[in-house]
């Protein structure tokens, strides 16, 4: 059993910036790949960031230079820094985990990006 909480959601202005974060408990006894995708108004779900267990990053390409992913593996936390935010930036962002090859998500946090 994984259980992802996150935290860090609320309301921004454009060129602001937010850090969002989520913590990992249950059966983990060894570090493993975590990340965030997010789904806006009207769009399908994105892949936002993740981070492999050797701090390997992968970004999408709107994303990039903008938000940065971390961890803090002694917390089993992984972070996303958010920067120079825009309206597009606006949706419901959830973080996951990979454990034995399946993905467990966290229940969504609600990011939203105005002048």
């Known amino acids: 059993q994984v259980q992802l909480v996150e935290s860090g959601g609320g309301l921004a202005q454009v060129g602001g910036s937010l850090m969002l974060s989520c913590a990992a408990s249950g059966s983990i006894f060894s570090l493993k790949t975590m990340g965030w995708y997010r789904q806006a108004p009207g769009k399908q779900r994105e892949l936002v960031a993740d981070i492999t267990s050797g701090g390997s990053t992968t970004y999408a390409d709107s994303m990039k230079g903008r938000f940065t992913i971390s961890r803090e593996n002694a917390k089993n936390t992984v972070y996303l820094q958010m920067n120079s935010l825009k309206p597009e930036d606006t949706a419901v962002y959830y973080c996951?985990?990979?454990?034995?090859?399946?993905?467990?998500w966290g229940q969504g946090t609600q990011v939203t990006v105005s002048s």
């Open positions: 996951y985990l990979i454990h034995d090859g399946k993905n467990y």
